[in-house]
């Protein structure tokens, strides 16, 4: 069974610092997709990043980078230099590519960043 | 903005009551998707929906019901409503919905339930 682990529940930095939120998941499948998602305190889920099994270049989006790393298992997201705006609760998902099933995706349970100016 | 459109935002209701929860998708998109978001239970998926027909189920109670429509927004129904089922309901949109959810998976604001 596909599973998501965050395991960092919170994380506080001050503004300007760089930081890493880790995510790290298990499947069976060899075809599988992972995503980011931001929830702001406004509670909407906002869309970051897709990333699909069979393509491990890192990805650069401005302040946000992403590190897929299918030997550990892994798809950390890291924010340089934060901003306040940045404090979000943080998810990561993975869908597995099952020819059929269930389509949903598996989330984490979020990582809370809170930025302090 | 995604463009996935859900209403109402707030909704206030008695245990064992029904209430319908209603979704447009982003033009375009084939795709519905229902989540439910708890404290305890985290973001999980319930049901998805593609072209009007039922493609997939998730941990979806039988209490619990969905349908897509022929213009493709959808309504999910919360029957006998218990304290537990107080949670935040998200619903997201793709363009297709082909097998191991491949297409990027967009949410709308969400429909916040509260059961008293």
């Known amino acids: 069974a596909q599973k998501v682990t965050q395991a960092q529940t919170e994380i506080s930095v001050v503004e300007k610092e760089d930081v890493t939120l880790d995510c790290v998941y298990e499947t069976r499948d060899t075809t599988y997709y992972l995503f980011w998602y931001k929830q702001p305190p406004s509670g909407e889920l906002v869309f970051l990043i897709r990333r699909n099994s069979f393509d491990e270049q890192n990805e650069i989006s401005g302040r946000y980078s992403w590190n897929f790393q299918k030997s550990t298992s892994s798809f950390n997201f890291t924010i340089t230099a934060s901003q306040v705006v940045d404090s979000a609760v943080y998810f990561c998902?993975?869908?597995?590519?099952?020819?059929?099933?269930?389509?949903?995706?598996?989330f984490g349970k979020g990582t809370h960043l809170i930025i302090q100016p | 903005d995604s463009g996935v459109t859900q209403t109402p935002k707030h909704l206030i209701t008695a245990t064992g009551q029904r209430v319908t929860l209603r979704c447009s998708p982003r033009s375009g998109d084939l795709s519905v998707y229902w989540y439910q978001q708890s404290l305890d239970q985290g973001l999980q998926f319930l049901i998805q929906y593609y072209n009007g027909e039922e493609r997939a189920k998730g941990n979806i109670l039988e209490r619990f019901s969905a349908q897509q429509f022929p213009d493709l927004h959808s309504e999910l129904n919360l029957s006998s409503l218990e304290l537990g089922d107080s949670a935040l309901y998200f619903c997201a949109s793709s363009v297709a919905g082909g097998p191991g959810g491949t297409d990027t998976q967009y949410f709308g604001p969400g429909t916040r339930l509260t059961v008293l």
């Open positions: 998902a993975l869908s597995e590519y099952s020819g059929g099933g269930a389509d949903g995706l598996t």
